[in-house]
């Protein structure tokens, strides 16, 4: 199928095999939204994980990719956040993706979100080398599966129509032109889905040489037809004029302070789960920024978020700042061993800069210039992190402490704190004569 001008589709070769029927799904939804008259811009294109999603980059619609298998529940929040008839949300996603998801597309379906999803039924996992996925039929060849699998794929259109709350259900093969199917698809209020049968060259035709794929869906029991088409009026959420939007300028902090920042400042916070570290790592970003300068902040910390380290890179600059995390510090505060475990390769990699390091805890070998302080001692293991910020200002005086004053007091964890209590133990002299590692700090 040839088109004139493509409105849809860039000019650039399509990122697919030769032969490949994701070709064919490509071009046809090219053909369907011309069909419809679609304006590229009010069309938002989801894929995910799998040969199928690397499709997106060709589109001149807006385009979201995601973690496998979630493409359907990404455009459910697409859709239901912009909830405007005009938009066009077409979900990608292959049978494996359909595998992994499926929970999401029933859902998607059974409240007739707005979307059209076409599913890509290769009958297996394609990027990944072709391996069977729970659509793959019974008898059919891959490269993993060499005798065929003894299982029945799903009938993933019977299953669609049974949980009710689609608008448009279908199945074709993706051979030659299927353009008008697609459009009847997109057209459709509510939820629809196109499943597209084809064929992976690559893994699919090699594994079931001289195969037809009329033929596969013959004996795999799967029918070509359309399985639900009716009008809905099933999914409505509160529809939107204004959106406030995150950068909105009531949430602008504004400049109250100076600051003489000549080049940027990287700063490392490292600690532990619960000890304040993430806090510490925003009251100190905001006093940058309510100093004048640009702040990024980068957290990190396990899955598991109760226990363990915890860690926040802080970058302030008074130049834009175009990226998140750095590699390099300027600065390390070093709060608890689980923070010394997560900075030590860091530490191993600085070329100068300052380690300051709980006196509870022994600095391994650096180049930065190591300050003890018994933050744990004087603060306690909750505070500690917060005391390690005020002690980095007091030491560094990057801007002024007003701002982290300023930014702190406005917080409810202030009222907590014994702010007097901090000053004095932060400004008394700590002489750590017990180890012979640990430099002496007066
Ligand atoms: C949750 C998850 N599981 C597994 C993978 C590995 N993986 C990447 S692509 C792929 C296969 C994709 O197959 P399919 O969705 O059918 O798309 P196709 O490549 O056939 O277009 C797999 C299993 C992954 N990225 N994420
Ligand atoms: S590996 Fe298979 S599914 Fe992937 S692009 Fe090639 S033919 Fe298509």
């Keep these: 199928m040839e088109l004139e001008k493509k409105k849809f589709l860039t000019d650039a070769d399509l990122p697919f095999c030769k032969g490949c029927g994701h070709n064919h799904i490509a071009a046809n939804t090219e ?13 938002v294109l989801v894929t995910d994980i799998g040969c199928h999603g690397i499709i997106d980059k060709s589109f001149l619609t807006h385009t979201v990719h995601g973690l496998h298998g979630r493409s359907v529940a990404l455009a459910t929040g697409v859709s239901a956040a912009l909830n405007n008839p005009e938009k066009k949300v077409i979900v990608f996603i292959g049978d494996g993706g359909a595998t992994i998801g499926m929970q999401h597309l029933i859902d998607a379906a059974h409240n007739g979100f707005n979307m059209t999803v076409v599913i890509h039924n290769n009958m297996l996992y394609g ?45 074709l093969e993706g051979i030659s032109d299927f353009s008008e199917q697609l459009a009847e698809a997109f057209s459709k209020k509510g939820f629809s889905l196109v499943e ?32 639900v088409d009716r009008e809905v009026d099933n999914y409505k959420t509160e529809v939107k004029t204004e959106f406030r939007s995150l ?49 990024t902040k980068k957290g990190s910390y396990p899955v598991t978020v109760g226990v363990g380290f915890s860690a926040a890179e802080i970058i302030l600059s008074s130049e834009e700042i175009l990226y998140t995390g750095s590699p390099n510090p300027d600065v390390i505060c070093v709060t608890s061993s689980d923070g010394l475990e997560y900075a030590r390769k860091t530490l191993a990699n600085m070329k100068g800069g300052k380690l300051f390091i709980d006196s509870s805890l022994k600095a391994p070998d650096t180049k930065a210039e190591v300050i003890y302080f018994p933050f744990r001692e004087r603060g306690g293991a909750k505070n500690s992190s917060i005391y390690s910020i005020f002690y980095f200002l007091t030491k560094t005086q990057l801007f002024p402490m007003d701002s982290l004053l300023s930014v702190f007091n406005e917080n409810k964890i202030a009222k907590k704190f014994d702010q007097d209590k901090m000053f004095q133990a932060l400004n008394e002299p700590f002489v750590d004569g017990l180890t012979d590692n640990k430099k002496v700090i007066v």
């Design 31 to 43: 053909k369907a939204l011309q069909l419809l008259g679609y304006d590229p811009m009010n069309v």
């Design 127 to 171: 990027m990944t080398g072709g391996q069977p996925s729970e659509f793959t039929p019974a008898g059919f060849k891959t490269p993993t599966l060499p005798d065929g699998g003894k299982k029945t794929g799903y009938d993933i259109c019977k299953l669609i129509a049974a949980v009710e709350g689609a608008s448009y259900v279908c199945r």
């Design 196 to 227: 597209v049968m084809e064929i992976c060259p690559s893994y699919g035709v090699k594994s079931n040489p001289g195969m037809k794929l009329s033929k596969v869906i013959e004996n795999a029991g799967l029918i070509i037809n359309k399985f």
């Design 247 to 295: 950068f909105s300028e009531s949430d602008a902090i504004q400049t109250k302070f100076p600051s003489k920042l000549e080049k940027p400042v990287r700063l490392m916070l490292c600690g532990s789960a619960g000890e304040g570290v993430q806090a510490a790592a925003e009251f100190i970003l905001k006093a940058g920024i309510t100093s004048g300068l640009n702040g």
